[in-house]
């Protein structure tokens, strides 16, 4: 299948520093990726839908000042978690796919915030 | 809106035993997918399975099989004979065809194998 490789696989920052996380379709052109967070022992949830060349449609409670979505390119879309806290540490993956077809996700950042 | 309900959300068994994890889906849409996915500690989903909403043949593969019934909503998923190295989390997963590839998940079953 597909690869879409995510960047960094973990990742510890301190409090009040921002976060950039990479999400890449290696093999394919994604027009649209999606943004999922993970809670310790919770299910996957969508944070936001990104569409190449246009701004990311966000899910209800994700503010998004503080998770910014970059999708400037067909292989590529970045989330940074702005300003990061320690409830925002959580495990972020994201998918990718064109048209055509399925979603393939990437591996996943685990983020700390300490 | 798209629902997808795990009801387990943990299951012990003893290797070798047989194991079904359930999945019942909700959407009024008529064409749609749905999917099983594992997560194992590390984090990563590794993709089982996609069936189709039109496709209501159930499946085998290898030790897992999967059981689709439109008529109850369900699609669940059967190990055979189970190993330790199935222990992990499984998500059900629905995606409906007129909101792209976003996926609904289950809340996830955990299921432990004990050797």
């Known amino acids: 299948g597909a690869v879409v490789s995510q960047h960094p696989s973990r990742v510890i920052c301190k409090s009040g520093t921002s976060v950039k996380i990479e999400c890449r379709s290696l093999d394919f052109q994604a027009t649209t990726m999606f943004w999922y967070r993970q809670f310790p022992k919770q299910s996957l949830m969508l944070m936001a839908t990104s569409n190449e060349g246009s701004k990311a449609t966000y899910e209800q409670g994700v503010e998004k000042d503080k998770f910014l979505i970059n999708h400037a390119s067909l292989t590529l879309s970045t989330l940074t978690v702005t300003s990061a806290h320690p409830e925002d540490s959580s495990f972020y993956i994201c998918?990718?796919?064109?048209?055509?077809?399925?979603?393939?996700f990437g591996q996943g950042t685990r983020l700390t915030v300490v | 809106a798209q629902k997808v309900t795990q009801a387990q959300t943990e299951i012990s068994v003893v290797e070798k035993e047989d194991v079904t994890l359930d999945c019942v889906y909700e959407t009024r849409d008529t064409t749609y997918y749905l999917f099983w996915y594992k997560q194992p500690p590390s984090g990563e989903l590794v993709f089982l399975i996609r069936?189709?909403?039109?496709?209501?043949q159930n499946e085998i593969s290898g030790r897992y099989s999967w059981n689709f019934q439109k008529s109850t909503s369900s699609f669940n998923f059967t190990i055979t004979a189970s190993q330790v190295v199935d222990s992990a989390v499984y998500f059900c997963?629905?995606?409906?065809?007129?909101?792209?590839?976003?996926?609904?998940f289950g809340g996830g079953t955990r299921l432990m194998v004990k050797p």
């Open positions: 998918s990718a796919s064109d048209p055509n077809t399925e979603a393939f």
């Open positions: 069936r189709n909403s039109f496709d209501e």
């Open positions: 997963a629905l995606s409906v065809v007129n909101a792209g590839n976003m996926l609904t």
